[in-house]
């Protein structure tokens, strides 16, 4: 039988391993914008959040620090252009910035695909076919035409895709 104490430990260990992690993770902010540095200046000040009422896959959530995030754990960006539509501050005012200045990539250790079984998962979604199979079992993401809209994010099983950073464009 397991020590109960022994199992505290690991799960405390897990723990702050699992938050180191999510402290790490980029900021991935709503698309729409072509100045970050409005985010920290304005969205503070904004007290209604309206960006995060309006979105239709419930994927801009707001930080302690008051400005908007992207969650992708269960859905992605439909670039449907509501928090666009709602921001009043104008954070969020370029129709011509529709992607998510994100990079995403997928994990080929944790990827099941590149280790010969046949899944697709995240290319079922993927709405610019910016996820391409180089041969049966090797998928690979062109950025040229991924938006980082993060669809397979939230369908892979192996949570092998993530995004790795927030681009400077």
């Known amino acids: 039988m397991t020590d109960p104490k022994r199992r505290g430990v690991f799960a405390s260990l897990s723990s702050a391993i699992k938050g180191k992690k999510e402290r790490e ?95 697709s998962s995240c290319k079922d979604p993927c709405l610019e076919d910016a996820i391409v199979f180089l041969g049966l079992f090797r998928p690979e993401i062109n950025m040229e035409k991924c938006t980082a809209c993060s669809w397979c994010l939230s369908v892979c099983p192996t949570e092998a895709i993530e995004i790795t950073s927030v681009n400077q464009r």
Request: charged content about 25%; aromatic content about 6%; some cysteine.
């Open 25 to 119: 993770r980029p900021i991935v902010r709503p698309p729409y914008n072509n100045d970050a540095n409005l985010f920290l200046k304005l969205c503070p000040e904004c007290i209604e959040k309206p960006c995060a009422k309006v979105c239709e896959e419930d994927i801009i959530h707001i930080r302690d620090d008051g400005t908007p995030e992207l969650s992708f754990q269960k859905r992605g960006c439909t670039f449907c252009d509501a928090c666009l539509s709602a921001c009043e501050a104008n954070v969020l005012s370029d129709k011509t910035v529709n992607y998510i200045d994100a990079k995403v990539e997928i994990d080929v250790l944790k990827c099941i695909a590149w280790h010969q079984v046949m899944c």
